[in-house]
């Protein structure tokens, strides 16, 4: 009876264990949007910006970040508490993260901040495919793959403060890169609609850009403004 019970409390555990790798491990999403932020839209708003530490970033579009989401439109978020941001897991990327992935909130900061919270609330849903080092190094990959801004400047779309029409700031983008993007527009402190960030998509294994599966809700105005930095 003993040696019976014995194996019986074995397998329990043998099964809870396997309960939980599956659970630890498995990936609750579809693909990734990566989205990229035109600094001059998050500036010339009510809120405002701060320029980081290391001084005013590029006239260029800038990370947001590479969020994992499904394909019905919902997202996963804050997946792992136990693996919270670390920066001595990224310091090799540090400079690299300051060229292209600024922070623009108040006050003035490295950027620790910002990619902390990019990585406990979405990287930590894609820890399965992209440790923390993978998270960052393949974020940063995908944004040298496509210029958008050289995109846009090739079709005459140039941030000076003028309107575009969003077919033409999507088709410029199609033209370049193959991919149809989400554009997302935010008001500047007068209340004009302006392009503020542009979401392409990439397959769950991060290895290259797709088609998007679904699109985010939001609206723009036909023509949008492009304000300078
Ligand atoms: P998320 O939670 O990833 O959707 O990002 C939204 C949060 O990121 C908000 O708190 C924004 O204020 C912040 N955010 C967006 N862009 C920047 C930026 N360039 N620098 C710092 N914080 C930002």
């Not at 040696?3 to 074995?10: F, K």
């Not at 839209?41 to 530490?53: A, F």
């Not at 992935?101 to 990287?123: A, I, Q, V, Y």
Request: negative net charge.
């Amino acid at each position: 009876m003993k040696i019976q019970s014995d194996h019986a409390s074995l397998l329990i555990k043998l099964l809870t264990l396997n309960f939980l790798l599956v659970f630890s491990t498995s990936q609750d999403f579809d693909f990734f949007y990566f989205v990229q932020q035109w600094p001059g839209s998050y500036c010339d708003t009510k809120q405002s910006c701060c320029y980081p530490i290391t001084g005013k970033p590029a006239s260029d579009f800038g990370i947001h970040g590479l969020w994992p989401n499904r394909n019905d439109g919902s997202y996963p978020s804050n997946c792992d508490s136990n693996n919270p941001f670390d920066a001595s897991k990224i310091s090799d990327l540090k400079s690299e993260m300051q060229l292209e992935w600024p922070t623009l909130s108040c006050p003035s900061n490295d950027g620790l901040t910002f990619w902390s919270h990019e990585w406990d609330k979405h990287g930590t849903c894609s820890e399965s495919v992209l440790d923390q080092h993978d998270y960052f190094a393949t974020t940063l990959s995908l944004k040298s793959q496509i210029n958008l801004l050289h995109a846009l400047e090739s079709a005459g779309i140039e941030p000076n403060g003028e309107k575009y029409s969003l077919r033409s700031i999507k088709s410029a983008i199609k033209g370049a890169s193959g991919l149809t993007p989400w554009i997302q527009c935010n008001n500047d402190s007068s209340g004009n609609s302006q392009l503020y960030q542009i979401y392409l998509c990439v397959n769950s294994s991060a290895s290259g850009f797709i088609e998007c599966p679904v699109f985010p809700n939001g609206h723009c105005d036909s023509s949008i403004e492009f304000p300078s930095f």
